[in-house]
């Protein structure tokens, strides 16, 4: 390589040229791959979800011995949207 002067093995250019001879399959970069779908996890009756990954969160919450914490209030949620897109308190 250009960086350390070394150069391939005559063993490790074979198995290059055998690769490439075979059609050179590449299975190509996870992030390129379609998300495999997940199977969402049951949750407990006594917690309101309003969307599947509510379900995937409650199931984490549980296993860790947590609890989630009641819903804010309107003056709450504008305080911290607030304080999220200016940086300043309102």
Known sequence: TPD????????EIGLIRRW???GA???GHWAFQP????????????WKLNNPVDNFIQ??????????QERAS???LIRRVTLD????PP
């Open 4 to 11: 350390t002067g070394k150069t391939l093995s005559k063993t």
């Open 20 to 22: 490439l001879d075979s």
């Open 25 to 27: 399959k590449w299975s």
């Open 35 to 46: 998300p495999e779908s997940q199977e969402v996890p049951a949750a407990k009756k006594d």
């Open 59 to 68: 199931t984490a919450l549980s296993s860790a011995g947590l609890t989630p």
């Open 74 to 76: 309107k003056g709450t």
């Open 85 to 88: 897109l200016t940086g300043l």
